[in-house]
């Protein structure tokens, strides 16, 4: 499974993005894909998350009503909407899928034995 970000970029405060992450390979394994972000100095944590059908989702608090992760199978592509943007959202974002055979906690990187390159997203107040 190979995973492709993409549509980081500079933005001021307010403003809105959308990521995409391209999957490729053999996806009959593939359970839940999420979103991770990394900011300068501190550890990756996680940023949302969606199951195999795209039906359940869950967001970290500090993220939670501003942005809106999708999953399209069918086009192997998921995204992340992110609305409302602030400087506290800078970050590299990481998407990552989950083996169907994960049993960690769906909020944890340890979930997800698949990870992109990461895309950066600057927020400038």
């Known amino acids: 499974v190979q995973l492709q970000a993409s549509g980081g970029g500079l933005v001021q405060a307010g403003d809105s993005l959308r990521l995409s992450c391209a999957a490729s390979?053999?996806?009959?394994?593939?359970?839940?894909m999420g979103w991770f972000r990394q900011a300068p100095g501190k550890e990756r944590e996680f940023v949302t998350t969606?199951?195999?059908?795209?039906?359940?989702?869950y967001y970290a608090d500090s993220v939670k009503g501003r942005f809106t992760i999708s999953r399209d199978s069918a086009k192997k592509m998921v995204y992340l909407q992110m609305n409302s943007l602030k400087p506290e959202d800078t970050a590299v974002y990481y998407c990552?899928?989950?083996?169907?055979?994960?049993?960690?906690?769906?909020?944890?990187?340890?979930?997800?034995?698949?990870w992109g390159q990461g895309t950066l997203v600057t927020v400038s107040s």
């Open positions: 990552a899928a989950a083996s169907s055979t994960a049993t960690a906690s769906r909020v944890t990187a340890e979930m997800y034995a698949y």
């Open positions: 390979g053999s996806l009959f394994s593939v359970s839940d």
């Open positions: 969606v199951n195999w059908s795209g039906f359940t989702t």
